[in-house]
C-alpha cells in the first residue's frame, strides 16, 4: 500500500539537471524533494538530466527525506524513458514519481502499468504516485483521477501555473494574490468604496481537497514564485491549510522552513486538542455527549478535529526524532 499518511509539510523542486543542487537538497529540512525531468529542464537537457537524477539518487544519502521524480508528461515523447531509465536503474530509493498534466484516470494506469512491470523484473517495492492536477481537463475529472489506483496513489498537488495556462486565467504572479480578482464595496457614510481582494484559487483549491479526502489522498498546493516575499508565501500557506491542504511546494530552499512552519500545528493547537480530548473523555465516561469548554460547545466532531491534530503532531515528533 503507498505511504497514505507520509508527512508532506514542504515539498522541495530541485532541477535535474543541476547535479550541484540535487546533492544538497536532501539535508534541506524538506518532507520531500522532488527531482524534475519536466519543466525546469531544457529540450537539450533532458537525456543529461535523467542521468543526474540517477545518479543523485544511487550516491547520495535520501534517509532524511522522502524522495519523488517528476517525469516529463504522457503527451512528450521523453515520458517513457524517464520512467523505464530512472526507474530501472535507481526504483530503489524512488517513494514516488509525479507526473505532470494527468488529464485522466488512464495517465495514471499507464504509469503504473509500466511501474507494475520494471518493478516485477527488477524485484523493487511498490513506487507510490502523486499526481499534478493542472489542466482544464484534469480538474473536470479530478474526482474519477483521486478514486484510481488506489494502491498507488498518495498525493493530488494543484499545478497553479499551468492551471492558470490551461484555463486562460490572467494572472500576475505564480500563485500569489491578483489585484484584479476583487469586489468594490458599496460607499459608506463617506462616499468610500473599499475594494477587497479574494483568492483567485479559492474554488481549485477547494475541489481538490474534496476529492483528496473523499478518496484518503494528501491535498498538496504547487508553487508560489515570489521567492523574496515570505509573507505573500506564508499567507497562500495559510490559507490552503485552512482549507485543509497538508503541504506546500518550495521551489527555493528558503520557502522550506514556511512551509514546515505553517503546516506543522501550532504549540497552542496541540494543547488545545488534547485538552478538547480530555474534556471529551470525561463526558463520555458521565454518560454526556457535549460539553462546554473555554465558553465554546463541543461535540463528537470536536474530538475528530482534535484527533487530526494530535496525529499529525506525533508524525512530526516522530520525523524529527528521526532526522536528528
Ligand atoms: C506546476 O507544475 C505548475 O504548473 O504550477
Ligand atoms: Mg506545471
Known amino acids: 500500500m503507498p505511504s497514505k499518511d507520509?508527512?508532506?509539510?514542504?515539498?522541495?523542486?530541485?532541477?535535474?539537471s543541476n547535479p550541484r543542487m540535487l546533492?544538497?537538497?536532501?539535508?534541506?529540512?524538506?518532507d520531500v524533494v522532488f527531482m524534475d525531468l519536466e519543466d525546469a529542464v531544457a529540450p537539450a537537457e533532458k537525456e543529461e538530466a535523467r542521468k543526474h537524477v540517477i545518479r543523485a539518487l544511487t550516491h547520495h544519502d535520501w534517509s532524511r527525506c522522502a524522495v519523488s521524480v517528476r517525469i516529463n508528461g504522457l503527451d512528450t515523447p521523453y515520458c517513457y524513458r524517464d520512467i523505464v531509465e530512472v526507474v530501472e536503474q535507481a526504483g530503489k530509493r524512488?517513494?514516488?514519481?509525479?507526473?505532470?498534466?494527468?488529464?485522466?484516470?488512464?495517465?495514471i494506469l499507464f504509469v503504473a502499468t509500466l511501474l507494475a512491470q520494471i518493478e516485477s523484473s527488477k524485484g523493487l517495492k511498490p513506487i507510490g504516485i502523486h499526481a499534478l492536477i493542472e489542466t482544464a481537463r484534469g480538474m473536470a475529472n479530478i474526482e474519477d483521477i483521486a478514486a484510481t489506483c488506489p494502491e498507488r496513489l498518495e498525493a493530488l498537488v494543484f499545478g497553479v501555473a499551468d492551471f492558470a495556462a490551461s484555463t486562460q486565467a490572467r494572472v500576475t504572479t505564480m500563485g500569489g494574490a491578483n489585484p484584479d480578482y476583487a469586489v468594490l464595496t458599496h460607499?459608506?457614510?463617506?462616499?468610500?468604496?473599499?475594494?477587497?481582494?479574494?483568492?483567485?484559487?479559492?474554488?481549485?483549491?477547494?475541489?481538490?481537497?474534496?476529492?483528496?479526502?473523499?478518496?484518503?489522498?494528501?491535498?498538496?498546493?504547487?508553487?508560489f514564485s515570489e521567492i523574496q516575499d515570505p509573507d505573500g508565501y506564508r499567507v497562500a500557506a495559510r490559507a490552503a491549510a485552512a482549507l485543509g491542504v497538508e503541504g506546500k511546494w518550495a521551489i527555493h530552499p528558503s520557502q522550506i522552513a514556511l512551509a514546515n512552519e505553517v503546516f506543522t500545528p501550532t504549540?497552542?493547537?496541540?494543547a488545545r486538542a488534547r485538552r478538547i480530548l480530555a474534556a471529551m473523555a470525561e463526558a463520555a465516561s458521565k454518560g454526556q455527549g457535549a460539553v462546554m469548554l473555554d465558553g465554546r460547545m463541543l461535540?463528537?466532531?470536536?474530538?475528530?478535529?482534535?484527533?487530526?491534530?494530535?496525529?499529525?503532531?506525533?508524525r512530526i515528533e516522530a520525523r524529527e526524532e528521526m532526522v536528528a
Do not use: F
Open 299 to 314: 461535540d463528537a466532531a470536536s474530538i475528530r478535529q482534535a484527533e487530526v491534530v494530535v496525529a499529525k503532531m506525533e
Open 267 to 270: 504549540e497552542a493547537e496541540v
Open 6 to 16: 507520509r508527512l508532506h509539510r514542504s515539498e522541495l523542486a530541485v532541477p535535474g
Open 187 to 223: 460607499s459608506d457614510d463617506d462616499g468610500v468604496r473599499a475594494r477587497h481582494w479574494n483568492d483567485q484559487w479559492h474554488y481549485a483549491l477547494s475541489r481538490l481537497v474534496v476529492a483528496c479526502r473523499a478518496y484518503g489522498l494528501r491535498p498538496i498546493d504547487g508553487p
Open 23 to 30: 546533492e544538497k537538497a536532501s539535508t534541506l529540512g524538506a
Open 94 to 107: 524512488i517513494d514516488t514519481l509525479l507526473i505532470p498534466k494527468v488529464n485522466a484516470p488512464a495517465d
